[in-house]
């Protein structure tokens, strides 16, 4: 089963959703010790704690996936949550939950070291 860590642009609602669904979501946000985190920390303590990291942060994220690559690291894996799929209106926070919890519903899951886009359900 997948773990994931929401990173600190999304809601503690959505983890809160997921795991009302059986889901193992823990958020930024809700975890004192992680809010203000470089991307780089936040991105190791998820890879520590083997979580995917859910982010819209993509521009920041991806050279730090290129350097885990470069430096043949894996990490536990990113699910990029893009503003064109996912606009950040009413139905951002609805529509992120149902299709992280499309995702984690799939019997593989997301693997160590995989970035993909999240797709709208």
Sequence with gaps: MTALLLDEMLSNVIAEQLRAKGHDVLAVVADPALVGLADD?????????????VTANIK??????????AASQAHAGLILVSAKTFPQDRSFT?????ALSALLDQPTGIQPGHVLFLTRR
């Excluded at 303590?45 to 995917?52: E, G, I």
């Excluded at 920041?60 to 690559?69: G, I, S, T, V």
């Excluded at 609805?94 to 149902?98: G, L, M, R, Y």
Aim: charged letters at 20%; a neutral charge; hydrophobic letters at 50%.
């Design 41 to 53: 920390e936040i991105l190791a303590h998820a890879t520590t704690a083997s979580r995917a990291l």
């Design 60 to 69: 920041d994220f991806m050279p730090l996936d290129a350097r885990y690559r």
């Design 94 to 98: 609805a529509a992120v939950t149902s």
